[in-house]
């Protein structure tokens, strides 16, 4: 360190690399051209050996200064990725995790739990809402997502597929001597007031991949959410269009069960967040605990 005096002249010299230019350097820094020249003109006296070569058209690093500035831009790297990781000890107390509304209440949520033992510095906020997040304005910081987009800003992580199919309580089926499709009347259905063409929790759509047509004996109730067809659903007040992501633990546990037959969806569930914030300790925590509680979730799955 004899030969550094001063670590800021190192801020002047990358400035000055960065840009191969000492007129761009000063513009970045806010301060003259001159100035950025006699700064590097001191660290080189002080270290003993020239780091540029001054050519008309600007400058161009000697052998020695690119090695510098590989070292520098690397030690100035791992600095800023240290003050991010100690910020985020700090801001850790809370991020906001975007999810559609039902798989928030119905998946999310129930494992919230886990992630608290897991990771008991971590405190997110669940924001449901049906819209894509818009990372930059709406204060999400991960969301998860049903399909992939073509964002190239975004990292994009699978979790797993779902499938589509009926669902009513044990004694509701017996009792309505559910056997075959043809024996749903309309007044049993219910329905999911907001269907998302996405996934298509409607029941048209799945009455035309078996090749029939929806029941027109009567109108079951309809209800804003699908979490919330399937609470009717496990109240015996009929029968649910659900996504199996949603009901897996009322299957598993007997509560309910699938009488028929299921639509596999073609795509799946996804983690997503910006890249840059990748870069943040607590979005990698999260990322690792999702995947994990994701691939448990995949290990079970019986369609």
Known sequence: MEKLKSLDSLRFFSAAARNLSFTGAAAELGISQSAVSQQVAKLEAGIGFRLFERRARGLALTDKGARLWTAVREGLGR?????????????????????????????????VIKLRQWA???????????ARPDFLHDGVDV??????????EWDQSFLFHDAIFPVCTPDFMREHALNTPRDLRGGYLLHDSVPQAIYSTNWDAWFAALGMSLPQDGAGPAFSTLAMVCESALAGQGVALSRYSLVADDLAAGRLVRPFEQVTLEDGFYLACPKSSLKRVAIRKFYEWAKEQAALFRGGMVF
């Not at 700090?90 to 209440?105: C, D, E, K, Y």
Request: proline share 7%.
């Open 79 to 111: 600095i800023e990725q240290t003050l991010q990781e100690l910020d985020d000890t700090r801001q850790l107390a809370q991020m906001t995790v975007r999810a559609l509304p039902s798989f928030a209440a119905r998946w999310l949520l129930p494992r």
């Open 120 to 130: 008991p510095e971590l405190n997110i906020v669940v924001d449901a809402d049906l």
């Open 143 to 152: 969301a998860f997502t049903y399909g992939k987009t073509d964002h190239p």
